[in-house]
C-alpha cells in the first residue's frame, strides 16, 4: 500500500515542485551538472502516513507499548523541518536544535532506551543516562541519513534495504506493530527510490533524509532494542552504512578543526566518485555493504532464508519499476537543459 502511494504521488510531487521552481541546483559540493525538483520527501512521508491511516482505518490496533504517538510526533517535526529547509535554507543550527526538539518529543511519548545489552557484558541499565543516550541516537540517525543524501539513490536504497532488515527482525522477535512500521517505510522509500535511482528524476530533499533517519532510529529502539536476543551491536549492522559514514565525518572534520555540522564534499560516496567509480557503482558497493549488515542482522535471528527471499524480490521489483519509470519519464534533452530554471 504504502509503495504505491508512494509510487503515484512522486511524479505529482515532482510536477509541482518544477511548477514553483524548487530545484536543487549545480554547485561546488553537488554532484548533479543540471538542476533536479527536490522535495520528494514529501511523497515518502505522505506514502507511510497514509498508509498507516488506511491500515488503522481497516482496523488495526497498534501495539507499541505507547511508542506509536513518539514516532508519529517526532517524524511529524523532523519531516515539516526538512520541508522548511528545502523551501528556506534554514540555519544549521536552528535545524540542530528543532533535531533535539523532536527527539526530546520523541523520548517522552515513548521512544526510549533504558538498557543497552554489549556483547560478552552484563545488562546495563542506564537509568537517568537514557534521556541522553536516545536523544544522541535519534539526532545522530536523522543526520546520518542527511549525510549520505548526495548521490542519487544512496539514502532512498539504503533506507528500503534497512527498513527491510528491520522489518525482518521485528517481525520473528515477536515485534509485529515495529515490524509494520518498518514494512511502511519500505515501501515508500522504494516507490521513491525508482525516481531517484541514477539518472535522478528527483531528489527526496532534507524532508525525506531527516524522516527517514528519524523512522529508522525509532524502530531500531522499538523493534530490535527491545528484544530479548538483540544486542546493541544489531542495530549498528542494520545501519552500518549510515553509521559509518558520520563517524568518519564528524572525526574527519574535527580533526580538521572544522564545524562538525557543515557540509562539505569528502563523505564516503564522494570518495568513491574520487576513486573513479560512477554514480551507480558507488552505491552499488554501498547497497552491498548495507546487505551484508542486514544478513549479519537476520542470521543473528535465525531467519536468514526468508530475508535473502525478500530481498532477492525486492531487487527484482526495483528493477522493474525503474526500467518502466525510465520509460514513462525520459529525462529531458541536453538542449532543454541549457538554460536552467529559476530556483527558489
Keep these: 500500500m504504502a509503495l504505491i502511494i508512494s509510487l503515484v504521488l512522486v511524479p505529482l510531487v515532482r510536477r509541482q515542485a518544477i511548477a514553483a521552481g524548487y530545484y536543487d ?3 561546488e559540493r553537488k554532484i548533479h551538472k543540471y538542476p533536479i525538483p527536490r522535495l520528494g520527501g ?15 482505518l481497516l482496523g ?14 517526532g517524524g511529524t517535526i523532523v519531516f515539516t523541518l526538512g520541508l522548511l529547509d528545502d523551501l528556506f535554507n534554514l540555519s544549521p543550527y536552528l535545524k540542530l536544535a528543532i533535531q533535539f526538539v523532536a527527539a526530546l518529543t520523541a523520548f517522552f511519548l515513548g521512544i526510549q532506551i533504558n538498557n543497552l545489552d554489549l556483547p560478552g557484558a552484563q545488562l546495563l541499565v542506564l537509568n537517568a543516562l537514557s534521556l541522553p543516550v536516545t536523544v544522541i541516537w535519534l539526532v545522530g540517525l536523522m543526520n546520518a541519513m542527511n549525510f549520505i543524501d548526495g548521490i542519487d539513490g544512496l539514502a532512498a536504497g539504503v533506507t528500503t534495504i534497512s527498513a527491510l532488515t528491520l522489518t525482518i527482525v521485528a517481525m520473528f522477535t515477536n515485534q509485529p506493530s515495529s515490524a509494520l512500521l518498518a514494512a511502511l517505510l519500505a515501501g515508500s522509500s522504494l516507490g521513491f527510490l525508482v525516481y531517484n535511482f541514477h539518472p535522478a528524476r528527483i531528489f527526496m530533499g532534507d524532508s525525506g533524509a531527516l524522516f527517514c533517519g528519524f523512522l529508522l532510529a ?15 551491536l544489531l542495530p549498528m549492522f542494520v545501519l552500518s552504512v549510515p553509521l559509518l559514514d558520520i563517524t ?27 576513486a573513479g567509480m560512477g554514480q551507480v557503482k558507488t552505491v552499488t558497493y554501498l547497497y552491498s555493504l548495507c546487505v551484508v549488515g542486514g544478513l549479519i542482522s537476520v542470521w543473528y535471528v535465525n531467519y536468514l532464508p526468508i530475508y535473502v527471499a525478500c530481498l532477492a524480490s525486492m531487487c527484482v521489483l526495483a528493477f522493474l519499476l525503474i526500467n518502466l519509470v525510465r520509460k514513462l519519464f525520459p529525462l529531458p534533452t541536453p538542449a532543454q537543459l541549457t538554460e536552467p530554471p529559476p530556483t527558489h
Design 42 to 56: 514529501i511523497a515518502i512521508w505522505l506514502g507511510f502516513m497514509l498508509a498507516l491511516g488506511a491500515i488503522v
Design 248 to 274: 568518519y565525518s564528524v572525526f574527519r572534520r574535527l580533526l580538521k578543526g572544522k564545524n562538525p555540522f557543515l557540509a562539505d564534499s569528502d563523505h564516503i560516496h564522494h570518495q568513491f566518485l574520487k
Design 218 to 232: 525509532c524502530i531500531a529502539v522499538t523493534g530490535v532494542l527491545k528484544t530479548k536476543v538483540a544486542v546493541m
Design 60 to 73: 488495526w490496533k497498534p501495539e507499541l507499548n505507547n511508542a506509536l504517538p513518539g514516532i508519529l510526533a
Design 25 to 27: 541546483a549545480p554547485g
